[in-house]
């Protein structure tokens, strides 16, 4: 139930997709804007379904199943391709410039996450960017690591575990 | 007097005196940080204006703060932590944004540089709009 869950929320992001060709970039996300407008409109019968994160405990062990099992976790506000938020945008902006794939999760559609992931890493704001299962900070730390080279070092090391 | 000039006096009226807006949750930052750390440079600013809420609102801010501590506390975690505690009441209430650049006097004397807050995407929707 709990990993169906989790995996209902996760949103796996791909750099290639968004470096190697913009015409890729939008065939791979119209048609979710398409179906957001088509389903604002018509019964909600036709509204995507999403899972329900059900109270702090579901939500705690969520966050520790993802960041556990995601080498790069970023939860935000909006989706990396439409972030709702000036510092959520600002940390895409970077892991992108990264190159790295990352996961993401958008705590609006989350409200049990949003808190719980407050309480998780005892951090009051979003986003929160986890590499290998530990804390690394909010957008102010994630930029100023990425400008000074730090954020790369981290992340190479990601890669290579990886493969 | 013509209707039209009336309405024009009354309005700067009202206008010259009604009070300057006030900013108690700005002055609570200012005051706990500088009991907090005894900084030796603070900035506390209230970018609110910057984001989709009402006029004179506190809800979005960011601080430079250059405190002596900071020679210990390097790791910017850790000071984002302290910094984070200390205005633990204003985050759990008022403040929904705060960006932090914190410090050491050493770091402050090479750069004072304090980079941009990004702009605004819409918000959450959790907060009064303009």
């Known amino acids: ?163 | 007097m013509n209707p039209v000039l009336r309405r024009t006096f009354h309005l700067a009226r009202r206008t010259m005196s009604s009070t300057v807006p006030s900013f108690p949750v700005t002055a609570a930052i200012q005051q706990k940080l500088t009991d907090a750390l005894q900084p030796i440079h603070l900035d506390v600013l209230n970018e609110s204006h910057m984001h989709n809420v009402p006029k004179n609102s506190e809800t979005h801010f960011k601080v430079v703060v250059v405190a002596e501590e900071f020679e210990t506390t390097k790791a910017p975690l850790q000071r984002h932590r302290r910094v984070n505690g200390i205005l633990a009441e204003e985050l759990e209430g008022p403040v929904h944004a705060l960006s932090i650049i914190a410090k050491s006097p050493s770091q402050w004397a090479k750069s004072n540089a304090v980079p941009a807050s990004p702009s605004c995407k819409g918000g959450d929707g959790s907060l009064p709009k303009k």
Request: net charge negative; glycine share 6%; with cysteine.
């Open chain 1, 1 to 163: 139930m709990l990993s169906s869950i989790a995996t209902t929320a996760l949103r796996r992001t791909t750099t290639a997709t968004f470096t190697s060709a913009v015409a890729t970039t939008r065939q791979h996300f119209r048609p979710a804007l398409a179906i957001r407008f088509f389903s604002e409109d018509s019964h909600g019968d036709f509204a995507p379904q999403r899972k329900v994160v059900e109270g702090e405990d579901a939500a705690m062990k969520m966050i520790q199943e993802h960041v556990e099992s995601n080498p790069v976790m970023l939860y935000m506000k909006g989706n990396p391709s439409m972030p709702m938020c000036g510092f959520s945008a600002t940390v895409v902006q970077a892991l992108k410039a990264e190159g790295i794939d990352f996961s993401s999760v958008n705590v609006l559609d989350y409200p049990d996450i949003r808190e719980g992931v407050k309480k998780f890493s005892e951090w009051p704001t979003i986003p929160q960017l986890y590499v290998d299962g530990e804390f690394i900070g909010g957008c102010d730390i994630i930029v100023q690591m990425h400008e000074s080279g730090e954020l790369a070092d981290l992340l190479k090391d990601v890669a290579k575990s990886e493969e």
